[in-house]
């Protein structure tokens, strides 16, 4: 199955995607760990040193509408900014996909749309929540998944609590 890694440009932390945590450029920790479960493509809206196919789609809902399209029987979203899930999360996600889109969804209700299996036509709607729930889909318990699967990093203040974590798990 393709594993799909989203990077564009963020307006509050420029580069993200290139920098250092736990001693590793955030999107080389993605890349890998997505590797070992899924065949990576890396979308990508900003030039990058690694292979990428040129992201043009005007958001990430028209980037998951026009992924369904491509890959019906399913494909792997897997956000470029969360350097914490782990090879067994991605396994977990794979493990529990029985045809439906499949997604991690928090205790509140809260769904997890970038780190989810996407099958079938998703139709477009004003959210990547809002398009899963249009969709027949499936639910994991977000509990099942380790502690900071979900952590992404969009400010300084987000990468200096990354590189926090580094150091206090190391």
């Known amino acids: 199955m393709i594993g799909v890694i989203p990077v564009k440009a963020s307006v509050r932390l420029p580069g993200k995607h290139l920098m250092t945590v736990c001693g590793e450029r955030i999107i080389e920790i993605i890349l890998r760990k997505v590797s070992s479960v899924f065949e990576p493509l890396i979308y990508s809206k900003i030039d990058i040193p690694f292979e990428y196919i040129q992201d043009n789609s005007d958001s990430i809902i028209d980037l998951v509408v026009k992924l369904s399209r491509q890959f019906p029987e399913g494909f792997a979203l897997i956000a470029g900014d969360m350097p914490f899930f782990t090879e067994k999360d991605l396994r977990l996600l794979l493990s ?11 205790s509140d209700g809260k769904l997890e749309p970038l780190l989810t299996i996407y099958r079938g036509r998703i ?5 990547l929540h809002q398009s ?24 300084e203040d987000d990468l200096e609590l990354a590189n926090e974590l580094c150091k206090s798990s190391s």
Request: charged share 10%.
């Open 132 to 155: 899963i729930l249009n969709s027949a889909h499936h639910t994991i318990p977000a509990e099942k998944f380790s502690p900071y699967a979900f952590f992404n990093i969009n400010t």
């Open 96 to 106: 529990e996909f029985n045809g439906l889109t499949t997604v991690p969804k928090h």
């Open 123 to 127: 139709q477009k709607s004003p959210s």
